[in-house]
């Protein structure tokens, strides 16, 4: 019964997420982590920490919530082994990506400093391990992968690289905005550093 009891109360956290009360959702998470800390089945409490770690990324960018970011990120780091088998290689390395986006030094392209290039650059390295991963094993690469690493690659100034990516997603026709939007920004760069 305590496992379904937790497995709701994560439900409840993506609501919370969906809706954007952040404040509530990660007060929620760090009590629900107490609790899922204290499970001695080992299956159960990887995947409850699987589906949290999400969560405290997802708080950690929206929010944005440096505390939760980094919660999610060890979360992350410290399970490696288990979420692999949970999720994927592909998947894995896709999230890995999105936990250490959250502390990107330098969000505007045109003022990146040396440590904000090497972030982009490892995130970068992330995803396309994540590509390599579902190409290895055969599984389609989920498109917010590709719209994610077109959205680095932007902000390397990897401009055509990044619309090549863009318009693979948007050939889909899944409608998935943060594409759309994300190549028409990166239009605009492209015109305004090609004069």
Same mark, same amino acid.
């Given at each position: 019964?305590?496992?379904?009891?937790?497995?709701?109360?994560?439900?409840?956290?993506?609501?919370?997420?969906?809706?954007?009360?952040?404040?509530?959702?990660?007060?929620?998470?760090?009590?629900?982590?107490?609790?899922? @800390?204290?499970?001695?089945?080992?299956?159960?409490? @990887?995947?409850?920490? &699987?589906?949290? $770690?999400?969560? &405290?990324?997802?708080?950690?960018?929206?929010?944005?919530?440096?505390?939760?970011?980094?919660?999610?990120?060890?979360?992350?780091?410290?399970?490696?082994?288990?979420?692999?088998?949970? $999720?994927?290689?592909?998947?894995?390395?896709?999230?890995?990506?999105?936990?250490?986006?959250?502390?990107?030094?330098?969000?505007?392209? &045109?003022?990146?400093?040396?440590?904000?290039?090497?972030?982009?650059?490892?995130?970068?390295?992330?995803?396309?391990?994540?590509?390599?991963?579902?190409?290895?094993?055969?599984?389609?690469?989920?498109?917010?992968?590709?719209?994610?690493?077109?959205?680095?690659?932007?902000?390397?100034?990897?401009?055509?690289?990044?619309?090549?990516?863009?318009?693979?997603?948007?050939?889909?026709?899944?409608?998935?905005?943060?594409?759309?939007? *994300?190549?028409?920004?990166?239009?605009?760069?492209? *015109?305004?550093?090609?004069?």
């Amino acid at each position: 019964m305590k496992m379904d009891s937790i497995h709701k109360e994560i439900i409840q956290l993506g609501c919370l997420v969906g809706s954007g009360d952040f404040p509530t959702c990660f007060s929620k998470a760090v009590t629900i982590l107490e609790k899922i @800390e204290k499970i001695t089945d080992n299956k159960f409490r @990887e995947h409850f920490l &699987f589906n949290l $770690s999400g969560i &405290f990324i997802d708080i950690g960018a929206m929010q944005p919530n440096e505390l939760s970011a980094e919660l999610g990120l060890k979360i992350i780091e410290e399970n490696k082994e288990a979420f692999i088998e949970i $999720s994927g290689e592909g998947e894995y390395y896709y999230n890995l990506s999105n936990a250490r986006a959250n502390f990107i030094a330098e969000s505007n392209p &045109f003022n990146h400093t040396f440590e904000s290039i090497e972030q982009l650059i490892e995130i970068k390295s992330l995803l396309w391990k994540a590509v390599k991963c579902n190409r290895r094993d055969s599984k389609p690469t989920p498109p917010q992968t590709l719209v994610n690493l077109a959205n680095i690659l932007k902000r390397q100034f990897r401009l055509s690289e990044a619309l090549y990516f863009y318009d693979r997603v948007n050939d889909l026709n899944l409608d998935i905005p943060q594409s759309w939007i *994300n190549r028409s920004e990166t239009l605009k760069m492209l *015109n305004q550093v090609s004069g």
